[in-house]
C-alpha cells in the first residue's frame, strides 16, 4: 500500500541519540484492516528513528492478532471492531492489562467486478439474502437476489471468521456476529478477496475502503441502502466522513499492552502514531478522526487508561465519531 512521505527531521521530533534503541524491535499483529495505516506509519517511524528499531507488522485478522496479544506475545493489536468477551476474558487471564485507542474511520465496502453491469445498489435486505446462514446452498444466482437480474452464478468472497471484518459484517447485515453461510471464498488477506471477485463476472465480497480505493480502476463499489425506501449511498471519504453510509461505516482501533509502554521504544512509537495516524489514515485510503479526538485520544494513552469503551460486546455497528469523543 503506498503511501506519500513526509519529511521528518529527528532534530524536529526530538528524539535525542538513538544507540539504546539499537536492535530493538515492537511486535504489531492483527487485522487486515488496519494494517495499511499501522504499515505507513511504522515505515516513517523506522526512519525518523534512523532504522534504530525495528517494527514488524503482522495482518493475522483482528481476531488472530487479539490472539497473539492476550497471550502477550505482541505490544500492539490492530483491530477493526473492539475487543470480544472471549478475548477480554483471554486477556484477563493472562494478567494483560490493554489500552484502547480509536485511530481512523472505514466504510467497510460492498464491491463486485468491473464488467457487472447490471448492480445499481443492493438493500441490506438483500444483502442478508446473499450473505445470511439461510442463503447456504440455495442463493447462487444474481436472478435470485433480484427480479429481472441474469443468471450469472453468484460468486461470494468474504472475510475469514478470524477477521473483524467478518464479525462487523455480520453483525450489520445478517444481525448477529458470525451468522454466515459457509459456502464462500473466505480469506484473512484482503487483496486475496480482490484479486476472486476481479476475476469472476458474478463475484461479490467486502473489504476496507482503502482496499476498493487501492483497486478502483478494476472493481464497482456498490451503494448500499440501509432500509427499504432509504437512498442508496456509495462509500467515499464524504460519506463515511458524515456517517451517511451505514450500516457499513465503523471506527478503526490499535490496542496497546500496557506493560509494553514501559518500553520506551513502543511509547514513543505509540505518540508518533497518534501525531500522524490522521496524515497517513488520509494517505492510504481511510477518515481521519477529527483532530479534536485525537487530543482526547493522545491524553488518554498518557493517562494509560485501560479497559475499552465498549464494555467488551466486539462488533458495533453505527458508532458515531462524536459517541468516541464523548466516551
Known amino acids: 500500500m503506498k503511501h506519500l512521505f513526509m519529511s521528518i527531521t529527528l ?14 524491535v515492537i511486535k504489531v499483529d492483527g487485522s487486515t484492516t488496519v494494517y495499511p495505516i499501522t504499515e505507513a506509519v511504522a515505515e516513517e517511524f523506522q526512519k525518523a528513528e534512523g532504522g534504530k528499531i525495528n517494527v514488524t507488522v503482522g495482518q493475522s485478522g483482528t481476531g488472530g492478532g487479539f490472539k497473539k496479544f492476550c497471550a502477550g506475545e505482541t505490544d500492539i493489536s490492530d483491530a477493526s ?30 464491491a463486485v ?30 436472478s435470485q437476489v433480484r427480479k429481472g437480474w441474469p443468471d450469472t452464478p453468484l460468486t461470494l468472497f468474504g472475510a475469514s471468521t478470524d477477521n473483524g471484518t467478518f464479525d462487523y459484517f455480520t453483525e450489520a447485515i445478517n444481525g448477529k456476529t458470525g ?59 464524504e460519506t463515511i466522513k458524515d456517517l451517511s453510509y451505514q450500516p457499513l461505516s465503523r471506527p478503526l482501533f490499535i490496542y496497546i499492552n500496557k506493560a509494553s ?5 513502543v511509547k ?16 492510504v485510503g481511510y477518515v481521519a478522526l477529527p483532530d479534536s479526538a485525537y487530543t482526547l485520544i493522545e491524553k488518554r494513552f498518557a493517562a494509560k487508561k485501560t479497559g475499552t469503551i465498549f464494555g467488551g ?9 462524536e459517541d468516541l469523543l464523548s466516551k
Open 268 to 283: 514513543r512509537f505509540v505518540e508518533f502514531y497518534l501525531k500522524h495516524s490522521a496524515q497517513l489514515s488520509k494517505e
Open 113 to 142: 467486478n468491473a464488467a457487472n453491469t447490471w448492480v445499481d445498489y443492493l438493500t441490506v435486505e438483500e444483502l442478508n439474502r446473499m450473505w445470511g446462514p439461510e442463503a447456504q446452498g440455495k442463493i447462487t444466482k444474481w
Open 11 to 24: 532534530a524536529v521530533l526530538g528524539f535525542g541519540s538513538l544507540a539504546a534503541f539499537a536492535g530493538t
Open 81 to 110: 471492531r473492539p475487543i470480544k468477551p472471549t478475548e477480554v476474558a483471554q486477556c484477563g487471564k493472562n494478567s494483560i492489562d490493554y489500552i484502547e485507542l480509536p485511530v481512523a474511520f472505514d466504510g467497510l465496502t460492498v
Open 261 to 265: 509502554v514501559s518500553k520506551p521504544e
Open 179 to 237: 451468522a454466515c453461510r459457509t459456502d464462500y471464498t473466505p480469506s484473512t488477506d484482503s487483496n486475496v478477496r480482490v484479486q476472486g471477485i476481479t476475476s469472476e463476472e458474478g463475484g461479490l465480497g467486502y473489504f476496507g475502503y482503502a482496499y476498493y480505493d487501492a483497486n478502483k480502476d478494476k472493481l464497482k463499489a456498490v451503494p448500499v441502502s440501509a432500509k427499504a425506501g432509504a437512498p442508496a449511498v456509495t462509500p467515499s471519504y
Open 313 to 321: 460486546q466486539g462488533a458495533t455497528v453505527g458508532v458515531k465519531i
